[in-house]
């Protein structure tokens, strides 16, 4: 048996991919479709694992793709500063810097709002911070 220090830790995108096999059923199915819609909008996206969710990060964390029994949630970091003019936030409405978008089984994905609002979180992350 390997010692702990020759293990190979899975990469974060072997992690997702776990998860989204571990589920199983139209949150896993789902989740495979935003992360596919979240890697294309921009390049370099990085995906990582924290919190035992997947992430996907560019300059920072963009948002974030968590499962629970009734919806698959994307959380945006910094939501709360980004244009949404196709209203796709749909939760954590009422806090100063998310937002999140609960996706229910069966609803439709308006794929070019979800890719806008996934490269404005990214220019965002990219833009310097405001001069004081």
């Not at 935003?34 to 990085?46: C, K, M, N, Q, T």
């Not at 409405?93 to 609960?102: E, K, Q």
């Amino acid at each position: 048996m390997p010692s702990k220090s020759t293990q190979q830790t899975p990469s974060a995108s072997a992690l997702i991919d776990a998860r989204i096999a571990e589920l199983a059923d139209w949150r896993g199915a789902l989740l495979a479709r935003l992360r596919a819609l979240v890697r294309a909008a921009e390049p370099g996206i990085v995906e990582e694992w924290k919190w035992r969710t997947p992430v996907w990060s560019h300059h920072g964390i963009l948002c974030t793709g968590e499962s629970y029994r009734q919806v698959v949630k994307m959380t945006f970091a910094r939501g709360a500063a980004l244009p949404d003019p196709a209203g796709l936030f749909n939760s954590s409405l009422d806090g100063n810097v998310r937002r999140a978008i609960d996706f229910r089984e069966g609803e439709a994905i308006d794929e070019a709002a979800l890719t806008a609002l996934v490269q404005a979180a990214a220019a965002l992350n990219r833009a310097p911070p405001p001069r004081r």
